[in-house]
């Protein structure tokens, strides 16, 4: 082998390898970070076997810098077959014992609609979203597909523009939202009863910063928060 054949060969293989990795992570945790300074965010592409081992260390990694309030899984778009995977997934969460929200849509299926259904039957998780299989949300939000493929990318990135994106003919969000109160949801959730005027936190005025319009993330968020000023006034 020639050093110019020796050459191509290794750029090749290092460009398969780095396609690869890629692809598991695309595949598996696809995302995660943090939103308003304490919300982790976790995204799944698909439910595989290591989901749990990439979701704890992404869990470790972001608690290291951050106090955490609450976690955001989301599951739009995900899928997979490995139940098993999906049980030790939920199971991560058991622990933490955090305000969880679940976002789904119709192409939320297989393993993945099934994590979103445990975490709310066992571990008390709150569903954001579209119907995802037989399951239905506590707070429903209807988002066109293109839109929400590209707040997948970036959840302040402004949708797509056009005169169908509400039965009314206007480009807000509000027609497809079902209006269930976050602060009934939370209200729901107080065991020792708290005055409704201090379940919400008000709004401060604070200087202006970059806006979520992703409608099904934004819901999530505000209900996180909202939920972890309660269960800081009952500690």
């Given amino acids: 082998m020639t050093r110019r054949s020796c050459k191509w060969f290794v750029l090749l293989a290092a460009a398969f390898l780095a396609a690869q990795i890629s692809a598991r992570a695309d ?42 309030a609450g976690t955001i899984l989301d599951l739009r778009f995900a899928n997979g077959e490995d139940l098993t995977a999906a049980k030790a997934a939920a199971d991560l969460f058991e622990a933490k014992r955090l305000p969880l929200a679940i976002l789904v849509n119709g192409e939320t299926r297989g393993a993945a609609a099934n994590l979103a259904a445990d975490l709310r039957a066992a571990h008390d998780g709150l569903v954001f979203g579209g119907t995802a299989a037989e399951l239905k949300p506590d707070i429903a939000v209807t988002v066109k597909s293109a839109d929400e493929k590209k707040f997948l990318e970036n959840p302040y990135a402004m949708p797509a523009q056009t005169e169908t994106n509400s039965d009314a003919g206007t480009n807000s969000f509000s027609p497809f939202i079902d209006h269930t109160s976050e602060a009934d949801l939370v209200r729901a959730k107080i065991k020792d009863g708290d005055d409704e005027q201090n379940l919400v936190p008000e709004r401060s005025i604070e200087p202006q910063k970059s806006f979520i319009h992703d409608p099904v993330l934004a819901r999530a968020v505000d209900l996180i928060k909202a939920l972890a000023v309660v269960r800081r006034s009952h500690a």
Avoid: W
């Fill in 27 to 68: 595949g598996v945790l696809a995302k995660s970070g943090i939103l308003e300074n304490d919300v982790a965010y976790l995204r799944v592409g698909e439910v595989q076997k290591n989901l749990a081992g990439e979701i704890q260390s992404a869990q470790n990694a972001l608690a290291a810098t951050n106090k955490i």
